[in-house]
């Protein structure tokens, strides 16, 4: 195999990689991969990283405008770059750490991470197909040519191609339709009514957003459950920490796997962090409907679940209440006492159907979620729905790994909160692979998070 050396770009760019060879490559350049690269870079581990567009390009590109994270600050934890400042000064140096950074915020935290990791980069050179040759070598064709590496780590993250319904096509060509990751604020829809479809957390803030605008919204609910952001005197992530929620392993969940394709609680963090109560924005004016089932003639039809729907998020919430509860008891926290939520409104009868006619609906914003796409990795390793098989990242490849999935191993692994300790975990085993010892110095890539692992 010829191989050639090549000097990576800081900066934009589309040097020639026809030839180039590293022992690792990263692809994608966001938060899981800048993780990736930091980790790679402390076991002393040559790699490239490249980035289809810029670093922060979906933070900054798919977000709306009142977009804020719904975890803590505190939760930013990116390896040897918290929010705040590590004892040896490492840090973001951020001073809010119960507060919610907003989408400039989270941008602003990625570039100084960016510029904190310094990672050998490519940035605007996309990966359009990753296969294996005879030799076990890994051949990257990407749009600056074609190069190789011994390891490669697919860092995109598990969110690729918004899902859009059939019936979406037959709606009349004059209502206006977007996914949630091009909405941006109501002045970007055109005047009129807005049919929000989806309840989990993009839908449920998109609605509340819009709804605080003034803006009509038609919100149709799916089964997203919610968590109150506040109980007892604590942000409800402060206590889950506590109980070790977000340290508890995919292997020990009660779903097992099968939480990976759970809906995200629904919760905001704006102005502050508040609970999002479907109940209250319909009291206040905002129409539920059911699950959307169809649309005919110019008239959409829903299931008669609207209050299923509802109760059922109530009871996941108070069920989290339940458990913070006897946690307060069983350590004898002295906790502020609350009274349980009072639903403040409710369906009188589940509505089944709305004539478009009957309304002054201009737009749809379609937030029902995203399916992953990893159709340009050509090596046997996917499910029969396109899913990667893996164990904590680590595929029946040698050599290919996956990180930044949900629930990739923990609840924060597609987060900011515990993609790091996947990206240490990766690194020690690729470190591992190529026969190398720990590059030692200060806090050596061997402090790994054994998890149940």
Not at 142 to 160: M, N, P
Not at 327 to 346: G, K, L, M, N, T
Request: glycine share 12%.
């Amino acid at each position: 195999m010829t191989t050639a050396s090549v000097t990576p770009l800081r900066g934009t760019g589309n040097g020639d990689l026809d030839g180039a060879h590293r022992p690792v490559i990263v692809v994608g350049g966001g938060q899981a991969g800048l993780s990736m690269s930091r980790c790679l870079q402390r076991a002393g581990v040559d790699h490239l990283v490249l980035e289809r567009d810029e670093i922060g390009h979906s933070w900054k590109t798919y977000r709306w405008e009142t977009f804020c994270l719904v975890t803590p600050n505190w939760q930013c934890t990116l390896p040897d770059f918290p929010y705040g400042r590590d004892a040896h000064g490492n840090g973001f140096g951020g001073t809010d750490p119960h507060g919610f950074m907003v989408r400039s915020q989270i941008i602003d935290y990625l570039e100084a991470y960016r510029a904190f990791v310094d990672p050998p980069l490519y940035e605007g050179v996309g990966v359009n197909r990753v296969s294996r040759d005879d030799h076990g070598t890994y051949v990257l064709e990407t749009t600056a040519g074609t190069c190789t590496a011994d390891q490669v780590v697919v860092a995109t993250g598990g969110y690729h191609t918004p899902i859009t319904p059939p019936m979406s096509e037959p709606l009349p060509s004059s209502i206006t339709q977007v996914q949630s990751q091009h909405y941006k604020d109501g002045s970007g829809l055109p005047p009129g009514e807005v049919l929000v479809v989806g309840s989990g957390q993009s839908g449920a803030q998109i609605a509340e957003d819009l709804h605080l605008e003034g803006r009509q919204v038609h919100l149709v609910v799916g089964n997203a459950p919610r968590v109150a952001r506040f109980y007892r005197g604590r942000d409800v992530t402060d206590w889950l920490d506590d109980l070790g929620y977000y340290r508890m392993p995919v292997t020990e969940h009660p779903r097992r796997e099968a939480v990976r394709a759970q809906a995200n609680h629904y919760v905001t963090g704006r102005d502050g962090g508040r609970d999002i109560d479907l109940r209250a924005h319909a009291r206040d004016g905002m129409k539920l409907y059911g699950l959307m089932t169809d649309h005919r003639d110019g008239t959409l039809h829903f299931n008669p679940d609207l209050t299923e729907s509802l109760d059922h998020a109530d009871e996941v919430s108070e069920s989290i209440k339940d458990t913070i509860d006897k946690h307060i008891a069983a350590q004898q926290i002295d906790a502020p006492s609350e009274d349980r939520y009072a639903p403040v409104w409710s369906s009188e009868q589940d509505p089944t159907e709305l004539r478009l006619a009957d309304t002054n609906i201009t737009s749809v914003v379609w937030c029902i979620g995203f399916r992953q796409d990893f159709s340009w990795i050509d090596v046997p390793v996917f499910s029969g729905r396109g899913a990667p098989g893996h164990s904590r990242g680590v595929t029946s490849a040698p050599g290919l790994y996956f990180l930044g999935l949900p629930w990739q191993w923990t609840w924060g692994s597609g987060r900011f909160s515990g993609v790091g300790d996947d990206a240490r975990y990766l690194a020690e085993r690729i470190r591992s692979q190529r026969g190398l010892t720990s590059s030692g110095g200060r806090g050596d890539v061997c402090n790994v998070l054994a998890l149940g692992s």
